[in-house]
């Protein structure tokens, strides 16, 4: 009775296989169609800030979009900060590129760039002056490459170091103008019991930020930035190994807190908040959480100078992130008006109002939309010479690994600025390799 | 009809659709990977650059491939000692007349943890471990032994041990469930027969429930071995394979290649030892314990 019957059976088990293979393809191709029945473009974003307390912001913007561009839509999708590191991999892998997308600017973006993955966006901005004048040039820059603009910046940042006023007052300290002050300043901290810096370097991105503007203060920007290109990175300048010195001596004369390695950038904040540590490193956009959680008055100022350092010493430790479009987008037009939207003065200042985020629009951050602190950081980095970019994004994924993996090893005292030099000018000579 | 089933042919359409899955989604796949290993390529690559072996000769020069290595062997190692020994022990004490009554109790208690997603367990094992705040110093201050107290995760010498501990207190209540079931298959008879003859418990032990359970233990070490050259999770959570590189697993060596680093030709490379390795431990361990051909 089977065998009269077989062909029949075996005919049903390959259909009913294949068709359960091929909706399950099929399932995933009809989400990436790039217009809706009803002739709408659909445009698919990216970005990286699903919390709660910031994606309401996006979610707003877009829907004033879809209201103005009735034949838009705009298909929103975000994930957070780290996975969006793997993310993008990922994407760009499997071949369904959104078509607007977060990046950081420096390498990261280069890295696009390189693979062609990224719209080159010269065109529009020359097209539509007030659009390109509106940005501050500082925030433009990292978003290039060999004369062409690749990213346009959402938000602006920059490092600085927060610190407890009421500390600083008992002790009769004042904000330092150069690196010997700052050391002289954390020893008085240290002396009088407090402890200096709070540092949690679990996440091991916390002290390479210090490390970005070292590098930047001690290696001479000619330098840096051949050696920072990973078609021509060297590294063998003192400089880097004299940055990583001096954030050594930091943590060998303990101006951090204990267990730097075990604890997280938040614990850290946590413990900077409860007032047991004088200052913390944060960026601008943590201000208005520093404002809303410390009991007490504070204040920040820049990375102090390095008078004997080679580098420009009015740089600031920061960078804009953004977004990119895809070069295989195929409603570039669409795309480039939504990021005009999202970088108008109108939305930049709410931006500003709602999520405290230093905007890179001309005049966007005022005393009207912003803290007060954010403002004047903003200040500062408008005067500012130049960008130190994260080192982590700025150099060569593979150097930056190097560096990631390092930078614990050199706080806990297994390693020494010598070794981990060598380590980094090895893989430079291998990246240099491939990339050429 | 039963001609029909030693009819090889008639088989066939039985077969198929398995095989078919089978050969889609895990043959092909493992030889597209030992095929991708040979190029140099990332995710942002226009194209592949045939490299050939090159990648292979790379990773046995590479020290980070000889750490993951050695933590993946201490992973077994201790995996073997606390899961399967320890499972055991545990497994035998419970099933003992003295704590029978209390078995459901502590199966579950030592059960639970398994059940956690390792994401949790991570998190909260690294808020324990935490120098500062954390419960396991607390606990050894409490005791008097102060000098004890260290940075678990943040030591480069400590993390991987500290790491370890957190599977065999996350496992070891799991395999103590397999034991326990493949126990409750041992006819009382035997051991009924055994107390007649005078045996002790330790001798009971040895002489009849290790022998009656030997397959559970056999696939009990085999799921162990295999987990420990597989972990990622609690490392990824944990300590993404720091401080340094010291806690690196092959795990966290793949997922760094391909999406930190931008070489899926060397993760590819790196996951294609992996499965040689795991491969070549499970056919060892069929071989030497001579099982899986039970009638």
Known sequence: ????????????????????????????????????????????????WPQPEYSPYFEEVVKEFEKQHPNIKISMEAVADEPMKDKLRVIMGGGSVPDIMFSWSGEFAR?????????DLTPYLREDAAW????????????????????????????FFVYNKQIF???????????????????KLKQAGETP?????????????????????????????????????????????KALEYLKELQDKQYFNDNVNSNSHDMATQLFYAEKGAMIYVELEEFPTVEKNIQVEWDFFPMPEITEGKGNQHYIT????????????????????????????????????QLGWPSPIVGATNDQTALKQVAEGVEVMKQAEGMAQWLDTDVHAKIADVYLSNIQLLLDGTKSPEEIMREVQAVAQEVKQEVN | ????????????????????????????????????????????????????????????????????????????????????????VIAAILEDRLFRKWQPLFRTIFFIPSVISIAVVGLLWQLLYNPDIGLVNGVIKAIGQTEW???????????????????????????????????????????????????????????????????????????????????????????????????????????????????????????????????????????????????
Not at chain 1, 171 to 186: C, G, R, S, V, Y
């Open chain 2, 149 to 295: 107290a260290h940075a678990w995760l943040g030591d480069s010498k400590t993390a991987i041990y500290a790491v370890i501990a957190v599977s065999q207190w996350q496992f070891t209540g799991y395999m103590t469930m397999l034991f326990l079931i493949a126990m409750h298959k041992i006819p009382s008879e035997l051991y009924e027969a055994s107390m007649i003859d005078g045996a002790n418990r330790i001798q009971t032990f040895f002489a009849i429930t290790i022998p009656q359970i030997k397959d559970m233990i056999l696939v009990g070490t085999i799921i162990t071995v295999i987990g420990a050259f597989k972990v990622f999770d609690e490392v990824y959570v944990m300590t993404f394979g720091g401080p340094g590189r010291s806690t690196e697993v092959l795990g966290t060596m793949v997922y760094r290649a391909a999406f930190r680093n931008d070489e899926m030709g060397y993760a590819t490379t790196i996951a294609t030892v992996i499965f040689v390795i795991t491969f070549t431990l499970s056919v060892l361990q069929m071989k030497l314990s001579k099982s899986g051909r039970e009638v």
């Open chain 2, 1 to 88: 009809m039963l001609k029909t089933y030693q009819n090889g042919r008639s088989a066939l359409p039985f077969i198929l659709p398995a095989l078919l899955l089978i050969l889609m989604f895990v043959f092909l796949p493992m030889i597209l990977n030992i095929y991708y290993s040979l190029f140099r390529w990332s995710a942002f690559s226009v194209e592949k650059v045939f490299v050939g072996w090159e990648y292979y000769a790379r990773l046995f020069q590479d020290p980070v491939f000889y750490t993951a290595l050695k933590n993946n062997s201490l992973y077994a190692l201790i995996s073997i000692l606390f899961q399967v020994g320890g499972g055991l």
């Open chain 1, 132 to 159: 390109n004048d509106s940005f501050i040039p500082a925030s433009l820059q990292p978003f290039s490459a060999e004369g062409k603009q690749y990213g346009i910046p959402l938000r602006f940042n920059g490092k």
């Open chain 1, 197 to 241: 810096i709070m540092l949690g370097n679990g996440s091991p991105w916390a002290a390479i930020h210090y490390l970005a503007g070292l590098n930047q203060k001690m290696v001479g920007t000619d330098v840096r930035i051949k050696d920072y290109d990973p078609r021509t990175g060297e590294f063998t300048d003192p400089g880097y190994i």
């Open chain 1, 111 to 119: 890295k696009f760039v390189r693979s062609g993955a990224a719209l």
């Open chain 1, 318 to 353: 920061g960078a804009p992130d953004g977004f990119i479009v895809s070069s295989q987008t195929k409603h570039p037009q669409e795309a480039i008006m939504f990021l005009k939207f999202l970088t108008s003065k109108e939305n930049a200042e709410k931006m500003v109002k």
């Open chain 1, 1 to 48: 009775m089977f065998g009269k019957s077989k062909s029949k059976n075996m005919t049903m088990i390959i259909l009913i296989l294949f068709s359960l293979v091929f909706s399950g393809c099929a399932g995933s191709t009809s989400t990436s169609q790039d217009s809706a029945g009803d002739g709408q473009i659909v445009l698919k974003f990216l970005h990286k």
């Open chain 1, 169 to 187: 007052e008992k002790h009769q300290l004042e904000e330092p103008q150069t690196w010997n002050e700052f050391l002289d300043l954390l020893d």
